[in-house]
């Protein structure tokens, strides 16, 4: 599986922007970033995908670097219910590919 | 929303039981999926199951763990003779099976072995 490399864990003020960086220098062609969290006690929860372009849903916005080797998740405005662990994952184009964790970055919002 | 749920929440139990987990998938899923998370350590992947058969599983997933979707709507994993190891959350998965589609997780269950 193609690796990721993420800060273990990061520090934001409420309501200011979150950017979470996400190293991924041999991304395949055909892999997908995804982006999941786990908030406390609760089980893993999607939060966006992209391939090349940038990405934006209601939860947050995927900037992908030209080369695809980095991307970076922006929370535009954090808040005490976004402290979780956030994955960066490359999954593979294939119909029933798993997703395979790693350690992730533990984002503490400070009020 | 439809949403992945697992049950139970909690079980208790002693070393060398069998122990089921039962997971309903979101229902026009076709991929099921089983992960476990001990204490303070990362998500790590049981197994993969689509058409009736597991498509794939991780070193962890040995004899003593199986899956099965008995009725079509329930999905479950077995250990047949849980060691103290097994405690951990269990997790369970489904997706549409789109290609790059996301995954959905249940709320998990939380195993203790005695």
């Known amino acids: 599986d193609a690796k990721t490399t993420q800060p273990n864990s990061m520090e934001s003020n409420e309501e200011e922007p979150v950017h979470l960086p996400c190293n991924h220098s041999?991304?395949?062609?055909?892999?997908?970033i995804h982006w999941y969290r786990q908030l406390p006690s609760q089980g893993p929860e999607y939060v966006i995908h992209?391939?090349?372009s940038n990405v934006n849903n209601r939860m947050a916005s995927l900037a992908i670097a030209e080369d695809r080797k980095s991307s970076t998740l922006i929370l535009h405005r954090a808040t005490l219910r976004d402290a979780a662990v956030y994955y960066c994952?490359?999954?593979?184009?294939?119909?029933?590919?798993?997703?395979?964790f790693g350690k992730g970055t533990r984002l503490h919002i400070l009020p | 929303e439809p949403e992945v749920t697992q049950t139970p929440s909690h079980q208790v139990t002693q070393m060398g039981q069998e122990v089921i987990l039962r997971c309903v998938p979101i229902?026009?899923?076709?991929?099921f999926y089983w992960y476990r998370q001990i204490l303070g350590q990362k998500v790590e992947f049981l197994v993969s199951f689509y058409n009736n058969e597991i498509s794939e599983k991780s070193e962890i997933f040995d004899d003593q763990f199986s899956v099965e979707r008995p009725d079509g709507s329930n999905f479950t994993l077995k250990i047949r003779s849980t060691k103290l190891e097994d405690s951990a959350m269990y997790f369970c998965?489904?997706?549409?099976?789109?290609?790059?589609?996301?995954?959905?997780f249940g709320e998990g269950s939380r195993l203790t072995v005695l």
């Open positions: 229902s026009n899923h076709l991929y």
């Open positions: 994952i490359l999954r593979s184009y294939n119909r029933d590919d798993k997703i395979i």
């Open positions: 041999t991304i395949s062609g055909t892999d997908y």
């Open positions: 992209g391939l090349t």
């Open positions: 998965a489904s997706g549409t099976g789109v290609n790059t589609g996301e995954l959905f």
